[in-house]
């Protein structure tokens, strides 16, 4: 698959891959799978900060969670060295959604990501999910996404 291409395709570029904000490292692979750490909601202006249900709607929160899933892939693109073709396909993710208590709509925040995965993978990018709320995220950011796909 040519990432890049299918980016382009839909309107989109790879960012660069985050940098990790701590002590941590930003994938790790183990075997056949790859591990992403929790990537953050930015964008071309900077974090994309706040909480649903009180500063950003449904709609914002799915464009957030969308940008997490590019920077999943801008790490799972390094990991690979540039090569995604060596991405079999995305076996789960787990988003969090910074949110009042009063906000439900966690997973339809998180099928931003989700529909980006498959709107770039096809059926590789079909997923286990979870999507769950977090009374506050690392800088007050949003919505923050970990992955795990397979690789050949």
């Known amino acids: 698959m040519d990432l890049s291409a ?3 395709d839909l309107g989109l570029t790879l960012p660069d891959a985050p940098a990790p ?4 490292v930003p994938f790790v692979q183990n075997g056949q799978q790859l591990f992403i750490s929790g990537q953050i ?3 071309p202006a ?3 900060c706040g909480k649903l249900g009180a500063d950003l709607d449904t709609e914002a ?3 957030a969670a969308e940008r997490c899933a590019l920077a999943l892939l ?5 990991a690979v060295g540039g090569d995604f073709s060596k991405v079999k396909r995305l076996v789960k993710l787990v988003g969090f959604v910074n949110s009042t208590p009063e906000f439900t709509e966690q997973p339809k925040v998180i099928n931003g990501a989700s529909d980006l995965m498959v709107a770039v993978m096809g059926k590789a990018g079909r997923h286990a999910r979870s999507a769950v709320s977090a009374a506050s995220l690392p800088l007050g950011v949003a919505v923050e996404i970990e ?3 397979e690789l050949v």
């Not at 904000?21 to 941590?24: G, I, P, R, T, V």
Request: no cysteine; net charge positive.
């Open 74 to 78: 801008a790490q799972a693109n390094a």
């Open 21 to 24: 904000a701590a002590n941590y």
């Open 61 to 63: 929160g799915a464009k």
């Open 6 to 8: 299918k980016l382009s």
């Open 147 to 149: 992955a795990i796909f």
């Open 41 to 43: 909601s930015s964008g």
């Open 46 to 48: 900077g974090l994309i």
